[in-house]
């Protein structure tokens, strides 16, 4: 399955822990060149010593400023002169009533969630463009496609990053170029350690000892890449088996 993997380079969001980690991890492992974005550099430099990426393959990261994103992309296409998959994964999940007016933390996952995703695609798009060649992965959530007491904004973020995506796929048809959104459902990460209300956070950790591990997310990435550069496959939903939601 990891046929077509090798050599192409790939630039990952929030790659310092989680789902981006794990990904770094297979992807690595299947001989793609990688350049990892994340805030916390510490993390990403020890994650890129241990898997000999070199030097050139970090670049502290926040995703809510547009110019880090861009200069993350520009920095994949100066290393190895060319991009040729980029996954959108940074995101946050501090869920909560409405009615408790976290409007901090809405603020937040708009940033991060929706702004994160639609920079990654304006940094990556001119050059796919060019190229007549790209892979845009962007990662959603279950959350994107069922919303709960809760979960409201959460869910808007998610489901505006399934929509922004099956636009775009529509529009670079011309280009070549290939759109996959990822809907996690519970996959072990430090995702449910961005909610700040006690009592939901509690809830969702109900939810999430049923967790699969990351790489789970990893093998959904390298299912997508692998296919044939004719086959595009567009969007991947999955799930713990145990998990109802």
Known sequence: MSEGIKDKVVVITGASSGLGEAATRRLAQNGAKLVLGARRLDRLQSLADELSLGGDAVVRTDVTQRAEVKRLVDRAVQSHGRIDVIINNAGLMPL????????????????????????????????????????????????????????????????????????????VK???????????????????????EPDVAENVRKVYENAIPADSFASMVIFAMSQPEDVDVNEILFRPTRQEY
């Open 174 to 196: 011309p280009y070549n170029i290939r759109t996959t959104i990822i809907s996690p459902g519970a996959v072990a990460s430090e995702l449910p350690d961005s909610v700040t």
């Open 96 to 171: 909560s009533p409405l009615e408790r007016l976290k409007i901090d933390d809405w603020d937040r996952m708009i940033d991060v969630n929706i702004k994160g995703v639609l920079y990654g695609v304006a940094a990556a798009l001119p050059h796919m463009k060019a190229q007549k060649s790209g892979h845009i992965i962007n990662v959603s959530s279950v959350a994107g496609h069922k919303v709960r007491p809760g979960s409201t904004v959460y869910s808007a973020t998610k489901t505006a990053v399934r929509v922004i995506s099956e636009g775009l796929r529509q529009e």
